[in-house]
C-alpha cells in the first residue's frame, strides 16, 4: 500500500499515519460491498417494481435480476461486471482529523479494492489511452467536495458510474421561454432515447440551474439521494412525482423490454438560476444502481447509512 | 422447454427464430467490443480468434489469473449501440452467427444480421454474476494488450441466458418496434405534464 501523503507532502505523525492506514482499509472494504451489494431503498423499489410486473419478457428479465442479486452475494462477487469509475462524493467536517489525507486515502483505497474485491479495470488515461489497471488516473477516483463548518464527522457517498448508465447524461441551458415545459421535454428525450438501453428500470437525476455544469453537478446529486426522498420545495416535489407516473406511463420496461414501469424515481435537485436561462441536466442511474453511504467519525467509528445489516 | 443453440450455429438453426423468442447457448462465446471491433473493421487487422459460426459478447469481465489460466468474476454485457457503426462489416467479415449484448442495434446491424443470417440477442444487463456462473472454462484470452474489458476472452459456455432475440435474420428489431410505441406514447405524457409545471407567471 502506498503511503498517504499529506497535503503538504510531509510525512505525516505516526498515529495520524496509523489512522490513514485505518480509514484506507475502511473505504477500500466498502467500496468493494458497494460493489457486490445494492442499497436497501433500490432493492425495496425493485421488488415491488417486479410485484407489479405483467409482461411475460420483462418478468423473464426480473428474474434474472433477482437470480443475479442472489448468486453475488452468496459468492461474494460484483453484482454487475462494470464497477464504473469511482466517484466519492465526500461532505466533510472542517474540523475532520483526516481532512487533508482524505483524497490520497480515496487514493488507495481504489487501487486497493481493485485488487481485493476485485473491481474491473476502468480506469482509461486519456490521450495516453491506456487503460491504468489501477481504477486510478488523473482525477480519478474523481471527488466532489462539500466542507460543513462546525463538524468533525465525515459521510461519503461511494458512487460506482458505469458505462452504460453513464452514457445517457446530458445537459443544456434553455432559454427561458421553454419554461418548465421544455425540462419536461428534455428529460423524456433522453430518457425514451439513450435511456432505453441504459439498464431500466432507472433512477433518474433531473438538476434545475442556471448554467450547463451547475445542472449537470446537480442531476448526480439528485440520484445520491434514497428513493422515496422527495424535494422540499412542493412545486418541485410535484413535478418529480409527475415526472415518475408520465415516465412508467410509457411503459419503458426492464431492460427496454416494455413493461409496466420505467424508472426506480425522479429526483430533481435545483439552486437558483439567472433570469435568462434555464439550466437542466439529467443523470441517470442503472437497476443496479450502486450507492452507497458511510459516516465517519473523528475516531474513526463508522456507520453504513445505506445498506442494511451490512458487515465490512 | 429450453431452446438452446450450440456452435458451430448454421444458418438453419436460426432461420425460424423471431424477435422476442428466447434461447440458450452452449458453446464458443467471445468477447468483443469497442475496440475489437474498431481493430477489425477501421484498422484492418486479422482478428485472432476464428469466429465462423460461433458467438460474439459485447462485454468486457473481471477476470483473476488462476494458476496458468484465468477465471471469471463477472460478466456482462454492455451497452451494444456503441457497435452499430462497425458490426454490418463485422458479421460479413467474420461470419459470426450470434451477437450478445444489452440495448438494441440499428439498421445497419438489422440489414447485418438479414444479409448474412445473423442474430443479436439481449442478455440481461447487470447479472454479471449468472453469467459468469454460466461460463464453463476460459480457453484464452488475445488481444490482452487492450487491458481487461477490452481483451478478447475466449469462453466456454453452457446454457448461456437467457438470451432474448432482439434482431432476427428477417429484419424484425425488437427494440425498434419497442422505440416507436414508447414514442407515440411520450406525446400524450409530455402534454399532460406540461399543463402542470407552469411555474413561470
Known sequence: MNMPASASGTALAPDKEQAARQLTDIMAKFTGYVGKRLPQDVLDKLAELRARETKPLAKVVYDSMFDNLEKADRLDRPCCQDTGALQYFVRAGAGFPLLGELKAILGDAVRQATKDAPLRHNAVETFVEKNTGTNTGTNIPWIDWEIVPDDDTCTIEVYMAGGGCSLPGAAKVLMPAAGYEGVVQFVFDVITSYGVNACPPL???????????????????????????????????????????????????????????????????????????????????????????????????????SHRGAVL | MKKILTTPIRDEDIAGLRAGDVVYLDGLLVTCRDVGHRRLIELGQKLPVDLRGNAIFHA???????????????????????????????????????????????????????????????????????????????????????????????????????????????GNNLFETNKAEFNRLKVPAIAEISKEVRFIR
Open chain 2, 60 to 170: 468486457g469481465p473481471i477476470v483473476v489469473k488462476d494458476g496458468d489460466g484465468w477465471k471469471i468474476i463477472s460478466i456482462g454485457p454492455t451497452t451494444s449501440m456503441r457497435m452499430e457503426s462497425f458490426e454490418r462489416d463485422f458479421i460479413r467479415e467474420t461470419g459470426v452467427k450470434l451477437i450478445v449484448g444489452k440495448g438494441g442495434m440499428g439498421p445497419e446491424t438489422v440489414e447485418g444480421c438479414r444479409e448474412n443470417k445473423a442474430l443479436h440477442a439481449v442478455f440481461p444487463g447487470g447479472c454479471a454474476v449468472l453469467a459468469a456462473t454460466q461460463v464453463e472454462k476460459i480457453e484464452r484470452v488475445e488481444w490482452l494488450d487492450l487491458g481487461m474489458p477490452e481483451a478478447l476472452w475466449v469462453c466456454r459456455v453452457k446454457e448461456f441466458g437467457p438470451l432474448i432475440i432482439s434482431i432476427d435474420t428477417h
Open chain 1, 203 to 305: 433512477l433518474v437525476g433531473v438538476g434545475v440551474s442556471t448554467s450547463v455544469e451547475t445542472a449537470a453537478t446537480l442531476s448526480k446529486r439528485a440520484i445520491l439521494r434514497p428513493i422515496g426522498s422527495h424535494h422540499p420545495d412542493p412545486q418541485a416535489a410535484k413535478m418529480e412525482a409527475l415526472l415518475e407516473k408520465g415516465l412508467n406511463d410509457v411503459g419503458i420496461g426492464p431492460q427496454g423490454m416494455s413493461g409496466s414501469s420505467s424508472v426506480m424515481g425522479v429526483h430533481i435537485e435545483a439552486s437558483a438560476r439567472h433570469p435568462s436561462t434555464i439550466g437542466v441536466g439529467v443523470s441517470v442511474g442503472c437497476w443496479a444502481h450502486r450507492r452507497g453511504t458511510i459516516r465517519i467519525q473523528p475516531d474513526l467509528a463508522y456507520e453504513i447509512l
